[in-house]
Structures are given as structure tokens and as C-alpha cells.
């Protein structure tokens, strides 16, 4: 059975930093695309950063240029390293993986895409 488990967030003032890690358990290789999803209280989830397997990367607009996701595919781990947190960025934050195929520009943030989905970690940004 594949699983994916978070682990990193946790509490920071605006402008501080976190990383976030996901490790994928059980999947026979690497995922096509590993993926980072995020919920606020009351609003939708929207996909926030994407890796596929072999670089290539795709960031949602509010984060691009703060954010950076990167993975280590020899061990399955996906992390997402966060600067300049805004009081905006806190959120339950949930890695995603699909094996059917790579992530594109018009897919990356589509969350019915993606069918693993790990049990999210909580970021909490104060001002």
C-alpha cells in the first residue's frame, strides 16, 4: 500500500522560514510528480508547488519566487522549503503523488489528479 507522511511544519512568524518533508512509502518507484496542496480554514485547496520526477517544476503564483520544492528520488522524499512567510501562507499543507504520468502547467494544481494524498501537516504563520 502506498502512503505519503508529512513532517516540518509548525509555527513561525511572518518572514521566518520552514521545510516541509514527505516521505512516499510502498510506491515500486518514484512518483511521476510529487506535489504540495495546501487548506486555510474556509477556503479552497489549492496546489501550491509541483516536482516531476526528472526536475522540472511548477509553482502557484502567490508563492513563486518564496517557495522551493526539490526531492530526492533515490529516496522517495519530496520537501518544500518556505521563506518570507506571509501571515496568507497558513494552512494545512498535504503532499500529493501521482504514477500515471508527469505534471504540467495546466495540471500540477488540479488536486483530483492526483490519487495519494498524505494526512497534511499544519503551518501556522503569525504576524
Known amino acids: 500500500q502506498n502512503f505519503l507522511v508529512e513532517s516540518g511544519g509548525g509555527s513561525v512568524q511572518a518572514g521566518g522560514s520552514l521545510r516541509l518533508s514527505c516521505r512516499a512509502t510502498?510506491?515500486?518507484?518514484?512518483?511521476?510528480?510529487m506535489a504540495w496542496f495546501r487548506q486555510a480554514p474556509g477556503k479552497e485547496r489549492e496546489g501550491v508547488a509541483a516536482?516531476?520526477?526528472?526536475?522540472?517544476?511548477y509553482y502557484a503564483r502567490p508563492v513563486e519566487g518564496r517557495f522551493t520544492i526539490s526531492r530526492d528520488n533515490s529516496e522517495f522524499v519530496l520537501y518544500l522549503q518556505m521563506a518570507g512567510l506571509k501571515t496568507e501562507d497558513t494552512a494545512m499543507y498535504f503532499c500529493v503523488a501521482r504514477t500515471d504520468r508527469y505534471c504540467y502547467a495546466n495540471t500540477f494544481a488540479v488536486a483530483d489528479k492526483f490519487p495519494y494524498w498524505g494526512q497534511g501537516t499544519q503551518v501556522n504563520v503569525s504576524s
Open positions: 516536482h516531476n520526477t526528472f526536475s522540472t517544476t
Open positions: 510502498g510506491f515500486t518507484y518514484s512518483p511521476d510528480c
